[in-house]
């Protein structure tokens, strides 16, 4: 759901909702506590953001019922910007 959003962020830009950085801020929240409470989780956000963006990428074109090469075909996100609080593409 965070890369999703982060995506339709990316893409359309003038259309940020609150909606959207809601949902942002609750998904970063939510992986900070679960690593806070597992610290053997931090170098997990690396390994997945890559793993997870082909789904993501999919599901924001349907979402947003765009093109899917209207998308980067690789993730442009740094695992650490996708989990900082106050960066947005």
């Given amino acids: 759901m965070l890369l999703i959003h982060l995506l339709k962020c990316l893409v359309q830009p003038k259309k940020r909702s609150l909606s959207w950085l809601g949902t942002i801020a609750e998904q970063?929240?939510?992986?900070?506590?679960?690593?806070?409470?597992?610290?053997?989780?931090?170098?997990?956000?690396?390994?997945?953001?890559?793993?997870?963006?082909?789904?993501?990428?999919?599901?924001a074109a349907r979402q947003m019922r765009l093109p899917i090469g209207d998308f980067p075909e690789r993730s442009p996100f740094e695992p650490k910007a996708v989990l900082d609080p106050d960066w947005l593409p």
């Fill in 28 to 59: 970063r929240d939510a992986i900070a506590d679960l690593i806070e409470d597992s610290l053997s989780l931090r170098t997990y956000p690396a390994e997945i953001v890559d793993r997870c963006y082909p789904v993501a990428r999919r599901n």
